[in-house]
């Protein structure tokens, strides 16, 4: 079957047609993340932690169509209740700007730019999905932190489907005792709660790494964990097609083994590796978000989905602050729609499943 | 007495695996830059003679391997060693596996019991409105992140009262009858196991409705059909003996992904369960009780996996040990 019947096939079903554009709107809202963010990822106003998210008026308080524009929020102590609270300050009106000056910022990290898709005049403060501990701008963050979150899995896959390939190759052509062994091992590691395994994988990291070394050894992490079981159905595919005529002619012409392997052996699971690459790619952005929510996965100040959630791990903020929530239900949206098109893709490749 | 054969042969054949797990995790955590008696150093609670017991017990100043085979024969003989705060690792282990079984239990059969029946459900009705939304919700049950799950339902009980926000009894537990205590870890274990319930059902029930839905298909479920069997006759009795051995087996890989997906549910629950204990353990980089619950967990997993291999050896003959 080729690719072309493939995208078509997917495009007729609604449900992962659905899932299609929604995972094209977050690819492109996390590449145009600073064009779309009214601020960056470190923008911080201290003066404004844990402010709900700004209402946007297009009705003036005549009645009429105005503008779009917002109120800023001012921080009311009540000493009775020692509570917090933030209350709308209709005393001046800020106007919100389009494809107006703000920030400055590298396009998709070339090109410098100031302009953003909204901002709002000075000493405005635009905060869509409300803002955190240190005052940072939720919504922005979560485009940045999506960047992590949605690209993670897809890095750790290749590492792991190489690895989980080669492994596999070998102990399937070789067979005998270099296959006993290494399927033991791969087994043994199998054998370890995965998550346990993840976590103290994390936790042996050293503390003293710049952000882009942890965010790669963190990418290692997850492949290390997915390799196992997929090695070992691979490792099945290769034993039953080596002996096939066509090996055994490359064989003959002295072909080195581990030519036979990645040549001839390999490309014959290929497509039952896509299939099992589109169904691993969610499970990997909910073992990074897990990772990073018990804060042992990205840290602070990068954001990630995961690590963004670590804040409502207490009472007070899911209670009083539910806006923190929201980088939740976009990993569950994320992780929904890949399903959906693992779903589809396995009942095109194999029409005997039923799943749907 | 094939049966025992057959179990003995598994048993014997889980020793060597476990055997690999230990060596395995041991350099894993050895490869760590942490000294593993440096927070038990710090401690001044701690006799500097347990220090010195401890130090000989793992042979820290002998090579790595003469310190796995240490670490192997005191393992073997039931001395875990002591945490940083100086309790006893097997006294420790002892409080939470209980705990983690007991919650996993619950929602194994809880899952068997729901997923099981609404799969046969849902292969009957195959492609009809009922069908085509368990697809929808096991879809979403599929997609949501447990300790986001766990999250919302934490708001739920914060908001409503109606349920306890965490732990697995309440303070004044040791006041209670017997009946009481037992209905005090009911209503604590409620919202840890609607979370792990609804994760595991999704897969358990499109499982069991893939089964039957391939075994529906097949040769002799037609052939019972022809004959003019009753459909009732036709699908429990011929169908779903053959669609049920594959969800057996399933059962030891459910076991192994409740003790994953439990560690973030307990955290957030602050349910006392080993998942929470290897993360406690993990932020105050407790080697000895890292080491211990990961080999823990891995007995029980494979515990787990043996079970299910016993079970599926009892409902379907035909298997046997390659």
Do not use: C
């Amino acid at each position: 079957m080729n690719k072309n019947s493939v995208l078509a096939q997917i495009f007729k079903d609604k449900y992962a047609t659905t899932a299609v554009v929604v995972l094209l709107i977050l690819y492109l809202g996390i590449l145009f993340a600073d064009f779309l963010a009214p601020y960056s990822k470190e923008f911080s106003d201290r003066h404004r932690a844990y402010v709900p998210p700004s209402k946007v008026f297009t009705i003036d308080e005549n009645g009429k169509f105005s503008r779009p524009y917002t109120y800023n929020y001012k921080r009311y102590f009540n000493p009775d209740e020692l509570k917090i609270t933030y209350k709308l300050d209709r005393s001046k009106k800020y106007y919100l700007k389009f494809f107006a000056k703000g920030e400055p910022y590298k396009f998709l990290g070339l090109i410098p730019m100031q302009r953003h898709l909204v901002t709002v005049e000075k000493e405005g403060r635009l905060f869509l999905l409300g803002t955190d501990i240190n005052g940072r701008d939720i919504f922005s963050r979560i485009l940045f932190g999506g960047r992590i979150s949605l690209t993670i899995g897809f890095l750790a896959l290749f590492i792991s489907f190489p690895l989980g390939m080669l492994y596999g190759g070998i102990s399937g052509y070789f067979g005998g005792i270099v296959d006993n062994l290494m399927m033991r091992v791969s087994e043994a590691i199998m054998s370890i709660p995965s998550f346990y395994l993840l976590i103290i994988l994390a936790a042996i990291l050293p503390s003293n790494m710049t952000s882009i070394q942890r965010f790669s050894l963190i990418v290692v992490i997850l492949a290390l964990i997915g390799w196992a079981g997929f090695s070992r159905v691979v490792r099945g595919m290769v034993l039953s097609i080596k002996n096939q005529e066509f090996v055994q002619a490359a064989e003959s012409i002295g072909a080195s083994k581990l030519r036979i392997i990645i040549k001839h052996l390999l490309p014959q699971t290929l497509s039952y590796v896509i299939v099992a690459m589109t169904l691993s790619v969610p499970s990997y952005i909910l073992s990074e978000s897990g990772l990073s929510f018990l804060g042992l996965g990205i840290q602070q100040p990068d954001a990630s989905w995961g690590n963004m959630l670590k804040e409502a791990q207490e009472y007070v903020n899911i209670i009083y602050r539910p806006w923190l929530l929201a980088p939740g239900f976009l990993i569950f949206i994320a992780v929904l729609s890949f399903n959906l098109i693992g779903d589809t893709i396995r009942d095109i490749l194999d029409p005997k499943s039923k799943v749907r | 007495m094939q049966l025992i054969v057959y179990i003995l042969k598994r048993f014997l054949q889980s020793i060597p695996l476990l055997f690999l797990v230990s060596i395995i995790s041991f350099f894993i955590i050895r490869l760590s830059p942490v000294d593993p008696l440096g927070e038990l150093r710090l401690n001044p609670s701690i006799s500097q003679e347990t220090l010195k017991a401890e130090q000989q017990r793992l042979g820290l100043d002998k090579p790595k391997i003469v310190q796995y085979g240490l670490w192997l024969k005191s393992f073997l003989k039931g001395d875990l060693g002591v945490t940083v705060t100086g309790e006893k690792v097997s006294v420790k282990l002892m409080e939470r596996i209980p705990n983690t079984l007991l919650l996993t239990t619950v929602v194994i059969l809880l899952t068997w019991l729901v997923g099981i029946p609404l799969g046969i459900y849902a292969a009957l009705h195959w492609k009809e409105p009922v069908d085509r939304i368990l697809t929808v919700v096991t879809s979403i049950g599929m997609a949501i992140p447990s300790f986001f799950f766990a999250l919302l339902l934490l708001i739920f009980a914060v908001k409503t009262g109606w349920f306890p926000t965490g732990g697995m009894t309440s303070y004044n537990f040791s006041t209670l009858s017997p009946f009481h205590k037992v209905l005090n870890i009911a209503h604590h274990l409620v919202l840890p196991v609607i979370v792990l319930f609804t994760i595991s059902l999704s897969g358990l029930q499109r499982q069991m409705r893939g089964n039957l839905l391939d075994v529906l298909g097949s040769d002799y479920v037609k052939f019972a059909r022809a004959k003019g069997l009753s459909e009732n006759k036709v699908v429990y009795k011929h169908a779903l003996r053959n669609a049920i051995n594959p969800m057996v087996t399933l059962l030891g890989f459910e076991f192994a992904s409740l003790l994953s997906g439990a560690a973030l549910t307990e955290y957030v629950f602050q349910y006392p369960g080993l998942g929470r204990l290897i993360l406690e353990a993990v932020m105050k980089s407790d080697i000895n009780l890292v080491m211990a619950s990961l080999m823990m967990g891995t007995i029980m997993l494979v515990a787990g996996n043996l079970l299910a291999d016993i079970l599926l050896k009892l409902v379907d003959p035909r298997v046997s040990v390659n």
